[in-house]
């Protein structure tokens, strides 16, 4: 019979408290796959619960492919369910590249609790509404799955304005250029401002991706330090006094890694550094308004008084990456250089989606759905820095976003780079290394959490085994020399 | 009252012939934008046939925007019919980045014939098909609206593999990089095997999509003039010995723009070449399954067997270019240098059209509809050689393309770059002129003619129009110097 406890006193319902324990055995291998379970019946019987209450979380782990039920057999844990020594290629190395596959690896694997990837949960989509917008378009579809416009669908961009003019920033819908992404769009503005050699200013730690864009351009990254409201000014103007960076690239809302946003007072310093220099800046509002407690800051766009602003965000954070659809801000000194490189990109997006988000925004779509989502992030948020304060050992230090979907640990390094990476990932729990980060080891150790896509279960769970990993590992570990925490 | 003539002895349905006439007035400013046309009633007794005709050719201008009715009020000419003369940007330069701009442009006004764009029809989409696949996936639209797999969705690999097996070319899905289209898959094969400042050997004319990637990459054309049967192979020899290429960009079946195939023995003689001179090839078969005439010779691919061609094709052009679905088979050795590419371009394409697709391949959607569409293609095209035959005065040649969209018309230069291109436009038809391929003025003026997206009756009143155009031209202007047909 299975060892669960179960609480009547807590908060969370009977039947999520069964699931969430089933989780956490057959992540840690306790439950493997083809494990039987017992019997509704048996279950209800020696918790003294309904059986109501046990179908719900066999109902819930079945929806989550964890289990499988087959009439007049059984409950099983699911085969899907892969030991991560099974995926003998994740955690292989800790580098961008590969820290981003292992997460989008993870993503596919069941039997993991993943706190891997600054992502959206896809069980929080606004699905029937988007795909209500979808159906209406049945009678437009062939002119949709023709050749689209390079610039993006016209009325997108005429509702990304308007999102835009929300936030302050005035723009037209004709400087806004549709993009596959924020990937495409930081590609694109890379590629239209740098030459091959040029350094690019990134705060340090930073998003992997530009790493990999900054890569494949040949251009080279110089790391400013992040603080706790946002890059060191006095290393920034020596950094960009003896290195001459053509433009510096920045995530200044609950930034990932870390969850920091700069605050409002060094926006306006970085835009006078910015202007004293000749500085472009890429700014990066993926995350801008996934805001739990008021907006954020002035954006530097909003200040940008002569056009050094190359302003650029997306909907895969505020509703699904599988949209593909990001946008920039065009200044007009570099309008005609990015629709050509878009041109020589992939020509244009895919017309269906960008058409049924057009009328999704139109309709308010997107305002309601962060009405619903943002308490439900806030409370993932609260659940991971409770989890922290109660489960971590004194000497580990953490970020408090205040929106987003990251947050960043430090601590006194005691063990070789991806030891903790490993170890969590032999009890099904994943989370990002932050050596993936780092330019070179230190005397600490970091790492991401990403609150976005978990429940608070998993995530009280999840905390709670690496609460206990790196307890055991500065118990028995050595530190090497001082340490100083990051944030 | 209108002045159209109807033959009751032609092939074209009558409601078709008054179509056809009414956007030939429309197009060429003869009936402008509010113009009210003849009651049903009146039109039928003035041309003595049944009021059914007219109405039935009312309903197609309607259907495809050329006219609007309003009950009560009668029948008028769109207010979106643009006169060219309103369209100022258009045909402004005759550059390979501004042609590309007008061909998109054009396919979004209403009151042009475009003969402009090697593109398929939207009429004749498998919207049906592919929507009910869309509609079947609801219930995994949560996964398909995440993020998804760098290389594409693995079942669309599977069903991608197969169908290069049944071309003869034995592929692993996980050999398989699904693409934004055939236009990615350029952009990331030249920048995975070349170094800023290469050399890349293309056809003259080519693809002006590739001269945008090589510009945007920074490499340098290195142009093959093509001839009926395929590039010149001393030329090419020649070339490669002086200029040392790092790799042969080809688009070998029913090639765009001049519609031209090239032979087997060509292709053996090149693959030898290839080898010789240790030089890579990325053939772009895009056009390759729009054959009118049983398949095309074995493609490069086939007969690789030292892994030097980068074989790339899509789906915008035997099915829609709006899925922005292309693949490219990576070679062992740049396989990593391609994936880590598209992890810093734009991380993965939509999972929704990706799996939709997969399952509309599977089903044997693709072969139902080439099956369907092939036969109409084919006959647009005899069309455009009969017209061209019919129409053109003798000093004009033309290709004879056996697939694809594309026909190369060559004739003396007897007027300024444009000036052919402009009168056809004020007339309301559009062509792409032949200077946004060549680099240098010449004595010789080329237009490329696309029969794809067309009507026969559409296609013939163009090339009539061009005809008396190009005839008007001969008569006055001056030829300047020799000249050669192209082809």
Redesign the interface.
Known sequence: MLDLTINRDSKPPLYRQIAEQIKTQISNGRLPANSRLPTVRGLARSLGVTRLTVQNAYAELQADGWVEATVGRGTFVSTAVQQMSLQPTIGQYLTP?SA??DM?AI??VIGVRSMA?A?AD??L?P?DAF?QQ??QL?LE??????????QGDAALRVAIAALLHEDGMATSPDDILV???A??SI?LAA?AICQ?GDMVLVEQPTFL?VL??L???ELRPLHLPIQSHGPNLDQMEQLIKTHRPRCFYTVANYHNPTGITTSAAKRQAILQLAQKYNLLIIEDDIYGKLSFAGPPPSSYKQQDDDDRVLYLSSF?KVL?????VGYLIMPPAWRDQLL??R???????????QRALAHFLQDGGLKKHLRRVLPIYQERRDALLNGLQRWMPTAVRWSEPQGGFSCWLSLPRCAPPGVLYHQALQNGFAFTPGEAYMLEESNQEYLRLCFGNLSTEGIEAGVKLLGMLIQKQLATGQTHGDWLPYV
Do not use: E
């Open positions: 590249d981003i596959n989008l993503n596919q990837m992502h896809p069980s989509f699905m795909w979808m159906a049945r579809a062939n002119q949709l799955f023709s050749y689209g416009p390079i993009t596959s992404g990937m495409q590609s590629q091959p991706g990999n864009v890569k494949a351009q895969s699904m990456p599988g949209l593909r050509t490189l041109r020589a990109t992939d020509l244009c997006g895919t017309g269906l989606l």
